[in-house]
């Protein structure tokens, strides 16, 4: 098969308002490429956690900045890129507790990079905190 | 324009159920929480959330269970989930929910539980 790449963008103001309608973008995509319902909704679920932590923790939930989802499709991949400019965010170490844990000692939080690291197959961040942070998460289209 | 989260609150002998329609994600989770709060500062510490009309969650709306289990367990109440659609499970099932929830296929079957729990 030839090699292709289509690329598609969505840029949002970073409201959590916003995130039903990234989902719907990334689920068109997730279609697009051939994932079935499932997939496409864990897919969905992964980016709406990147989102979501890039517009509460990067943006300290100011609605002034913006959010910008790449994807990006070829024969092998489906790749998301996330991409803001606030403070950029790093796991900590709560994330590495297992959900008991975390119910015992009341918290909410903790769960979105690890349901990213589940779902997707390749996720790594750049961060340069102020200028531009970018998540790379890849999904393969199929396992070999 | 349809409301994208709604919590409707009933009671049937001692037990709250909360029938929560729409998404659960980061915009939604504060009301939920809100209303999970209320109930259990206000002592009602059996509840049950009939999901069927829930048609996504993400960690936002996981965390709000997670936050307020002990809570109600401590109290000598639960926090049990009925009716999920699979759609919606299987977000569950990614983080291991089922063995630390108590998930009944149906509201009455929840609801039932507590007062087996009572009875025992």
Redesign the interface.
Known sequence: MDAFERSFTLNVPS???N??MI?DFVASIGAKAGFD??EA??IT?AV??AC?NV??HAYGSEETHVVTVRARLDNRDLVFDIIDNGRGFVAGQIDELD??E???R????G??L??IR??MDEVNYQITPGEKNELHMVKRLRRD | MPQ?FQVDISETEGVRILAVQG?L???TAPSF?SSIEAEIRSGKVRLVVDCAGLT?I???G???F??????AREQGGDIKLAAITP?VF??FD????PK?FDIASTVEEAAARFAQARES
Request: aromatic letters at 6%; glycine letters at 6%.
């Open positions: 409201s959590t308002e995130l039903a989902r319902e499932d909704a864990r679920l709406d956690e979501a517009i509460e959900v008991e975390l119910i015992r009341r918290k909410s939080g769960l979105g690890r349901l589940a779902i | 994208s998404y994600d980061a915009h929480e996504y993400s960690s936002a996981l965390g709000v997670m936050s307020f289990l002990e809570d759609k299987q977000i990614v983080l291991g929910f630390l």
